[in-house]
DNA sequence: AGTCGCCACGAAG
DNA sequence: CTTCGTGGCGACT
């Protein structure tokens, strides 16, 4: 599998996000000199070595989930929340507590 | 080589 | 809610 040096740039930094903690795409994509958050998003979509690089730690900018295994909706968001959880990220309708932010 | 269009986003209207 | 800017990249020529 090919892996452009963009990826290479997102992986590297989503894989220090800590357990527990979360960043967003457009905190990536700043991070990374990237105007556009969408473009990690597109990254992040085809996450080559998961869970090595944890990409459900990384969410929309608004701290509502954003997208896990391709969707933006369904039962992956639902395994995405539940990962989330069961890290101690704590959610307050629909949103992740401000508190988590990496 | 160039073009086109898609997208797990985000801000603005 | 909608629309628009955005930039990386796959698909195609």
Redesign the pocket.
């Known amino acids: 599998m ?1 892996v ?4 290479q740039r997102v992986y590297d930094l989503v894989a220090r996000i800590p357990r527990g903690r979360v960043a ?3 905190d990536i994509a700043d991070r990374l000199g ?12 085809r ?1 080559p070595f998961a869970p090595r690089v944890p ?2 730690r ?1 969410v ?3 701290l509502t989930l ?7 909706s369904g039962a992956a968001i639902r395994r995405k929340l539940r990962l989330l959880e069961g890290e101690g990220i704590r959610f307050t309708k629909g949103r992740l507590d401000e508190s988590c932010r990496y």
């Open positions: 090919r452009t040096p963009f990826q967003t795409y457009r990237c105007g556009s958050a969408r473009a990690v998003g597109q990254a992040l979509k996450n990409c459900h990384v929309s900018s608004d954003g997208g896990f295994q391709g969707k933006i």
